[in-house]
Structures are given as C-alpha cells and as structure tokens.
C-alpha cells in the first residue's frame, strides 16, 4: 500500500524519434516524425513515411508524405504519394500528387496521378523522356551504313 516510487525514469511515455516498423509481407517502413527535422540526404531501402521537415534529398523504394511535411530537395522513389511541401525535382514511377500538395519542381514520372486543387510550379516530363536524353548521342560511323565485314561477323 505504501512504497517507495522506483527510482528508474519512467519509460512508458514514448521518445519521439525515426522509427523502422515491419509489415506483413516482411517489408519494413520507416516514419518520420512531424516533430523531426532532418538535414541531410536519405537514402532507404524500406518504405518511407515522412510528416516532419527535410533538407536534403529523398531516395527509398515508395515514399508517403504527410499534409504538413515539408521536402526540400530532390526526391527520387518507385512510387510516391505527396500531400505536403516539395521544393525541388521529383522522379517516381508512380507518382500520386493529392491536393493538398505544393510541388515546386520539375516532375519525372511513368505513372502520374493528379488530384484537382493540387499546385504545382515546375515543367512535367515522362522518364522514357529522361532515359532518351541521357542516351550518348550515335557517333557518324553508326549513322552511316554497316561495315560489310561487321556483317559477315554477325552472319557467323
């Protein structure tokens, strides 16, 4: 009935931090805080969740960013699900852009889905795009016709 009070801090309240959690199908998603501020660049193999503030580029498998987010920096995912602040270049394959999202930034995408009231202040390419401007140009010999002896190799 009456006892001393434990002398250990109480560790029931939790300490707001990045936490990684697993998922059912054995993949692990990470969450970061709206009370976190991160400067630096992330790069994660796992799923991404982020409410807080950051300075620095984004790299993860799927990205989900929370209303009162804020990025900035590149941001570069499989798929990503944007709802708050970005400034700077986005690229994803799938790319869901919901309406509460301020996108200033070009765009890169395969799949683009865009809520109306969304805002976005940047230039929108489809990666194909992208991968063919980062192709090395043909040099004039591949332009011109095919070496006869290469021919002969190839029919071998």
Do not use: W
Not at 10 to 33: C, E, L, Q, W, Y
Not at 69 to 75: A, N
Not at 139 to 152: G, I, R, T, V, Y
Request: contains cysteine; charged residues 25%; aromatic residues 2%.
């Amino acid at each position: 009935m009456f006892s001393k009070k434990s002398a250990e801090p109480d560790r029931s309240a939790p300490t707001p931090r990045a936490t990684s959690k697993p998922m059912a199908n054995n993949s692990t998603f990470s969450v970061i805080g709206s009370d976190i501020n991160i400067k630096g660049n992330i790069t994660a193999s796992a799923d991404l969740h982020v409410d807080g503030k950051i300075e620095g580029d984004i790299k993860c498998a799927s990205l989900v960013q929370g209303e009162s987010s804020q990025v900035t920096g590149g941001v570069h995912a499989d798929s990503a699900r944007l709802a708050g602040r970005v400034t700077g270049s986005i690229t994803a394959k799938e790319l869901v852009i919901l309406k509460s999202a301020k996108i200033e930034g070009d765009v890169h995408y395969d799949a683009l889905t865009i809520e109306q009231g969304a805002q976005v202040d940047g230039r929108f390419a489809p990666n194909a795009r992208r991968r063919e401007a980062d192709k090395p140009a043909p040099s004039p010999k591949a332009a011109s016709a095919p070496d006869p002896q290469s021919e002969l190799q190839i029919a071998k």
